[in-house]
């Protein structure tokens, strides 16, 4: 059984993640079977999950998908590269999937190939060294290097979040084999806050739940996800917020010295100067990002960096996952695809937590901090004493399977 793939995040799963899945299936086969990486207890923008990872691995396959593995945190808080690179060595380690399917505002992966090809060429790294000398943000900067080398249509590609992140799949995908598939983006923006025509954001079900307006945001949401929601809410486990473990992080923050903040400034441009001294004596997250934040850094960048710091994670990720971590599966196909990945993935799928113990050094160590992220997590559940421990969490096998 052969798969499509799709790289997520389902914070929440909402009916345009529903509708990405039907149209996987309708341009590839109806047999086709969907595995979805996702993100798991942390999220690329630097932040918490609203809800744990397990609770929406169920709710995806309860609405289309037939197995979610997790991308480990050390690539789920990570720059949009590492975030793609991490999720597709999970795909390609699968042995089954032969397309990777995701969301696009031009939806046409050709541009976003040629962009990836550019992006990898030798001319470019030249041409973006000349434009950050020039003050601008990276994003920026980056973009105005591609259009040196490609049309303008092509380059504008990094302008649209969804197209920005197919580039980075499309790198990270260069030689695999794997097929990509763009599917035109409907309704409002990957970020956007306000509903817009057709699906409505994942950023504006959040913006709705921090209002207080909990129904509104579940109604909006795929039907699966809302019962999870619910169920999650009234075990005390969400929804997860930074306010509710804000001190936390910032005493976490003020133990650290320079030395610490230096080791996660990839870019070697002096960032970590400022997190340090803003980390001595902020007293709110807002405050410190205020203190830190310039033109040049995305916000979204110094919060990874935060997190990371929180964390304490490695200053990069490691080059690839050591295991496939199942999340969710249903019992039509998604037992059928880990039964032919036990027999072709290259690296080693992980059901059951103790088993890690039985795998390699660096596979012990990726657990490990994963199990440690997962209980610093549930200082951010409004009930920290109901959210269990790694080491006993298996995953969720749906017995009615996908939805069709």
Not at 78 to 94: D, H, N, P, Q, V
Not at 130 to 146: C, I, T
């Amino acid at each position: 059984m052969t798969a499509a793939g799709i790289i997520t995040e389902y914070d929440p799963l909402h009916m345009g993640h529903v509708y990405l899945m039907a149209e996987a299936r309708r341009l590839l086969g109806p047999d086709t079977g969907i595995i979805c990486v996702m993100s798991g207890n942390y999220v690329q923008r630097g932040d918490f999950a609203i809800a744990g990872k397990f609770a929406r691995a169920a709710a995806a396959v309860q609405s289309g998908a037939d197995l979610v593995l997790e991308l480990p945190v050390p690539w789920a808080l990570s720059s949009a590269e590492g975030f793609a690179a991490g999720a597709m060595e999970i795909l390609k380690a699968t042995g089954a999937v032969t397309h990777l399917v995701f969301g696009s505002e031009g939806g046409d992966a050709a541009p976003l190939v040629r962009c990836a090809e550019a992006l990898c060429g030798k001319g470019f790294p030249g041409k973006l060294r000349e434009e950050l000398k020039k003050g601008d943000s990276f994003p920026a900067a980056r973009q105005r290097a591609l259009e040196a080398l490609l049309p303008e249509e092509d380059a504008a590609a990094l302008s649209r979040p969804n197209d920005t992140l197919g580039v980075e799949y499309c790198k990270a995908l260069r030689g695999s084999g794997i097929r990509p598939v763009a599917v035109l983006r409907r309704g409002a923006g990957h970020d956007s806050e306000t509903a817009g025509g057709g699906f409505v954001s994942a950023s504006a079900i959040r913006a709705l739940i921090r209002r207080g307006e909990e129904e509104a945001a579940l109604n909006l949401c795929a039907p699966a996800m809302a019962a999870a929601y619910r169920a999650e809410r009234d075990a005390g486990r969400a929804p997860a917020a930074l306010a509710n473990c804000e001190r936390a992080v910032l005493a976490r923050l003020r133990f650290l010295e320079e030395a610490d903040w230096a080791a996660l400034d990839l870019g070697n441009e002096g960032l970590y100067r400022r997190f340090a001294r803003a980390g001595r004596s902020a007293a709110s997250v807002a405050e410190l990002l205020e203190t830190v934040k310039t033109k040049r850094y995305p916000l979204a960048r110094l919060r990874r960096m935060m997190f990371r710091a929180y964390l304490g994670l490695p200053p990069a990720p490691p080059e690839k996952p050591a295991y496939l971590r199942v999340l969710a599966a249903n019992k039509r196909g998604g037992t059928a695809l880990l039964a032919g990945m036990r027999k072709t993935a290259a690296l080693p799928v992980l059901t059951k937590p103790a088993a890690v113990r039985r795998l390699g050094p660096e596979a012990q160590s990726l657990f490990a901090l994963e199990a440690r992220a997962g209980r610093l997590y549930a200082l951010a559940c409004p009930d920290p004493a109901a959210v269990p421990d790694e080491w006993r969490t298996g995953p969720v096998i749906c017995g009615e399977g996908r939805a069709e």
